[in-house]
């Protein structure tokens, strides 16, 4: 009886209970099952969650410190890139065995650079808080630099050009209700397609792009943001690349996504009125009249309400007017 004993013993010193680090991973996990569920069985209503979480940091504008703001609307971003997430795992992309390590290494790239573009800006705003403009700088160049050395991987080992900030998939999946209106992501298995390599000139077009935020950083440092030569040498690269790519679009074959970012780098073209001297020099007093026209019309007035005092502070941000 007293070896049967010690054995019983010895077989519980084999297997202890499990800790509380095990199970509080344990409830994690479950939790994080959960809500996978909910995602893939209802996509309308978290698409809503996320525009309410987005609109939200709208309303914190002005009432709340900018740094308030801006956590609220990185937590949306994240959001969405989590069901975006989410719903491409639900998916079985058939993809050929030659392509799939190649695949794999782009979409962590992509996965990334996704991340990064959504806490830039709340990053940015909290190293000016905690140690000023030093520090901000800092971070921006941090960011930069990371996000150039991605987008160059990008480019030289896959062949990519037109590397946009939009979902994993190549177009919006989805539709929407006839009788509701509602954008409804759809989770059905996608379709792989190989890009097809882009020839030369695109892909220096693309490098141009990618290295326009460290010109503008470096023309800053030699020079200042009084000087027309950063804005010279951002506007450079930037019409010179949007003009290749948009010349080499027959033969490039661009996917639907690529199509989409082509057409977000041409509308960016107008943030160049709001960006140091351009905006002083001509934008700001024509601005300040139009928003203090709308400004005294009854209801219109609520739109632009706070907008001036607004501007300034976005103009500061580096995340904002300069890096895309």
């Given at each position: 009886m007293h070896c049967f004993a010690t054995e019983d013993i010895q077989k519980d010193d084999d297997h202890p209970p499990p800790s509380s680090?095990?199970?509080?991973?344990?409830?994690?996990h479950h939790?994080?099952?959960?809500y996978t569920t909910l995602v893939r069985k209802d996509p309308a209503s978290h698409r809503a969650l996320e525009s309410l979480v987005c609109s939200l940091s709208y309303l914190c504008t002005?009432?709340?410190?900018?740094?308030?703001?801006?956590?609220?609307?990185?937590c949306g971003n994240l959001l969405r890139y989590t069901h975006d997430r989410v719903l491409s795992g639900s998916t079985e992309r058939v993809v050929p065995p030659k392509y799939a390590d190649a695949e794999i290494d782009k979409d962590r790239l992509?996965?990334?650079?996704?991340?990064?573009?959504?806490?830039?800006?709340?990053?940015?705003?909290?190293?000016?808080?905690?140690?000023?403009?030093?520090?901000?700088?800092m971070a921006v160049l941090a960011l930069t630099t990371i996000k150039i050395s991605i987008?160059?991987?990008?480019?030289?080992q896959h062949n990519r050009v037109l590397i946009g900030t939009s979902s994993l998939s190549d177009a919006p999946r989805g539709w929407v209700g006839t009788r509701t209106g509602i954008f409804v992501r759809q989770s059905h298995p996608d379709t792989f397609i190989p890009h097809n390599p882009a020839n030369k000139e695109l892909l220096l077009a693309e490098?141009?792009?990618?290295?326009?935020?460290?010109?503008?950083?470096?023309?800053?440092g030699v020079f200042s943001s009084k000087s027309w030569v950063p804005f010279v040498v951002s506007l450079g690269l930037d019409g010179y690349s949007i003009h290749r790519l948009s010349s080499g679009v027959t033969q490039a074959h661009l996917t639907e996504r690529q199509e989409i970012e082509l057409w977000r780098r041409?509308?960016?073209?107008?943030?160049?009125?709001?960006?140091s001297p351009f905006y002083e020099t001509f934008t700001e007093e024509r601005l300040s009249?139009?928003?203090?026209?709308?400004?005294?019309?009854?209801?219109?007035?609520?739109?632009?309400?706070?907008?001036?005092e607004y501007l300034p502070e976005w103009r500061s941000l580096y995340s904002y007017l300069w890096s895309s």
């Open positions: 680090s095990s199970a509080l991973t344990d409830y994690l939790l994080s099952s959960h002005g009432r709340f410190s900018q740094e308030v703001s801006e956590l609220v609307f990185m992509e996965r990334m650079l996704q991340i990064i573009q959504c806490i830039e800006v709340f990053v940015e705003l909290s190293a000016r808080r905690i140690g000023g403009s030093k520090l901000k700088w987008r160059l991987c990008l480019i030289y490098i141009c792009y990618t290295l326009k935020p460290i010109a503008h950083l470096v023309a800053l041409k509308l960016a073209v107008g943030l160049y009125s709001l960006r009249g139009v928003i203090g026209t709308i400004n005294s019309v009854p209801l219109l007035g609520l739109l632009t309400d706070g907008l001036g």
